[in-house]
């Protein structure tokens, strides 16, 4: 069995070498024979921005296998010499041409179609020997205006970029044979799971969102408010009318929902340094949008491009928290981000407290971040000495050992600054005893009314032996009295208008005795003469009303020469 099985092997082989040589000597002998194909409109027209798929069917000769299958398209007639494969158009065009050339499905779809796009496009087939070609092929027109027979849907773009919550329009226009009549349009959302598109309208997501702005005619823009981000997806625009077959579908329309989010160069920048704020989005926003920056909730003295935000230098003044977003829809900002800035420590200065015998003296200073570190010196003379760290150092037991110029280093991740001297002065003990001098002058002060008031009321007591008399006045001298008040309320006694008064020493010109007495007038005495004038001014004491009192509180008054007459 197995030499028969064999055998068979051999023979079946080589009648198959004997076939491949039967074939080559038969289509080198004889002509390529012609491939059938169909084309199915052979005639299409379509608007500019439209997309087109063409199709086609074919019959292969016999003994003739499919290896690969090739769009060709001339500007002129068909089998012009001047043709191009559209596998070399499609690399050029990117994703306009959507096709498979090991596919032997015969269909291509050109997409955002352009006048350029016209001419006629016919299949072929290439075998494993040969390239075979058909008879026909089928014409393509692209017109920018609405023609008889031209169908299409044309988009302002196919890819959109819309801000979370703001309202967008897709523009769109459609055409379609002028002996026709648009009987149903409608705008869908693609849903691989879904075969019949429903429209928008009628989707309990969009219900109240979305509009056709038809209000010219062939007008088929799309309004949609309140973007949420569950709209993100693929839309079309379709379109029948009243003859059968009738009708067409638009490109597909990509949707994309972004939000608005701030990028920093970096979180933490030292003062002095460049940053960028960027307000990024997950897709491209149109162009002739304007960004608005903000810092702190209010917009910025910064002048921004396009979506960034250049701070060249940045000053500690810049730090604090920025946000963006974009004209016309300031409503929907994006969230804070912060920018913190780093200095060195700057505003460095000594405070100085006096406690006793000892200076308590505090390091002050602004920084961000924070001093970590805080050193003390002293300076007498050309000498400087290192005292240690904290932010507080006390000066104990001052004397002429810790007189000096004392300051303060303080120090930071960012740099260190110096601060001003103080002087702490020479003092020790001699301090305390000038203080307490001091002290005792304030007190003797404060305490003398009282006792001047104590010393007139033991001057009111009875007289002793002692002389009443104060002074003797010269004898060509006239006594003047001027009012005494006393401001000391315990010195104060009540009195009446009609109360005596009492002058301890009266001296009338001429005479050189002194008179001692109560007096309830004063009147000039009779040996006096009109060129002997007596001046007296009243002076009055607030005294209790008892008569018999006052003959024993004589009252002590000063002596006022009056000036000689000439």
């Known amino acids: 069995m197995n030499i028969l099985a064999g055998f068979h ?18 289509t080198g002998l004889h002509a390529e024979p012609p491939l059938t194909v169909t084309y199915s409109p052979q005639n299409i027209c379509v608007l500019t921005g ?9 019959t292969l000769p016999q003994y003739y296998y499919f290896k690969e299958g090739y769009w060709y398209k001339t500007d002129g007639q068909t089998h012009s010499t001047h043709s191009t494969s559209i596998h070399n158009i499609l690399q050029a065009s990117g994703t306009r041409i959507e096709y498979n ?26 075998t494993i020997t040969t390239t075979l070609q058909g008879k026909d092929g089928v014409t393509l027109s692209v017109s920018d205006v609405p ?57 309990e997501d969009y219900e109240g969102r979305v509009e056709h702005l038809s209000t010219e005619e062939r007008n088929c823009t799309l309004r949609i408010r309140d973007v949420r981000e569950t709209d993100l997806g693929q839309y079309r625009f379709r379109y029948k009318t009243n003859t059968r077959g009738g009708g067409f579908t638009g490109n597909l329309v990509t949707f994309s929902v972004t939000d608005l989010h701030v990028l920093l160069t970096a979180g933490t920048v ?41 701070l060249n230098p940045v000053s500690s003044e810049d730090a604090g928290s920025y946000s963006c977003a974009v004209r016309g829809h300031e409503q929907h900002r994006s969230p804070d981000t912060a920018l913190d800035v780093r200095y060195a420590p700057r505003n460095t200065t000594v405070i100085v407290a006096l406690g006793g015998e000892s200076v308590n003296l505090t390091c002050r200073s602004d920084a961000n971040p924070p001093v970590h570190t805080y050193t003390w010196y002293r300076k007498t003379g050309t000498q400087t000495s290192l005292l240690g760290g904290g932010q507080s150092y006390v000066v104990a037991n001052i004397s002429y050992e810790t007189s000096g110029l004392y300051y303060c280093v303080a120090q930071n991740s960012v740099g260190e600054q110096h601060s001003a ?45 002692r002389s009443a008399t104060i002074s003797q006045q010269q004898a060509d001298s006239n006594p003047v009295y001027d009012d005494v008040l006393t401001s000391d309320p315990s010195c104060r006694r009540n009195t009446e208008a009609g109360d005596d008064v009492q002058y301890a020493n009266v001296k009338f010109k001429g005479s050189d005795k002194a008179e001692v007495g109560p007096y309830v007038g004063v009147q000039r005495p009779r040996t ?33 020469n009056k000036p000689s007459r000439t």
């Open 9 to 26: 092997y051999t023979v079946h082989k080589k009648m198959h070498r004997i076939g491949c040589i039967i074939l080559l000597l038969y």
């Open 50 to 58: 439209s997309s087109v798929l063409l199709t086609c069917s074919y």
């Open 101 to 126: 050339y090991y596919s032997s499905e015969c269909r291509v779809r050109i997409s955002n179609l352009i006048p350029s796009d016209s001419g006629v496009y016919d299949y072929r087939i290439k």
């Open 147 to 203: 023609r008889k027979d031209c169908w299409g849907v044309s988009y302002s773009s196919t890819s959109f970029c819309v801000l979370r919550g703001s309202t967008v329009d897709i523009p769109c226009t459609y055409g379609f044979p002028t002996d026709q009549t648009v009987i149903t349009t409608l705008w869908y959302r693609v849903n691989k799971k879904r075969q019949d598109p429903i429209d928008l309208r009628l989707e």
């Open 270 to 310: 030292t003062e002095g340094s460049n940053v960028t704020l960027t307000c990024d989005t997950s897709c491209n926003l149109n162009a002739d949008i304007t960004f608005i920056w903000y810092k702190n909730t209010r917009p910025t003295r910064h002048r921004a491009i396009n979506n960034t935000l250049h």
């Open 421 to 465: 001297a103080v002087s702490v002065p020479i003092a020790g003990r001699g301090s305390t005893k000038y203080a307490a001098i001091w002290i005792l002058v304030v007190v003797a002060l404060l305490l003398l009314p009282g006792l001047l008031c104590l010393s007139r009321r033991k001057s009111n007591a009875p007289p002793t032996t």
């Open 528 to 560: 006096q003469t009109a060129q002997e004038d007596v001046q007296y001014a009243s002076v009055n004491f607030s005294r209790p009303k008892d008569t018999s009192q006052a003959e024993e509180d004589p009252v002590i008054y000063s002596t006022v």
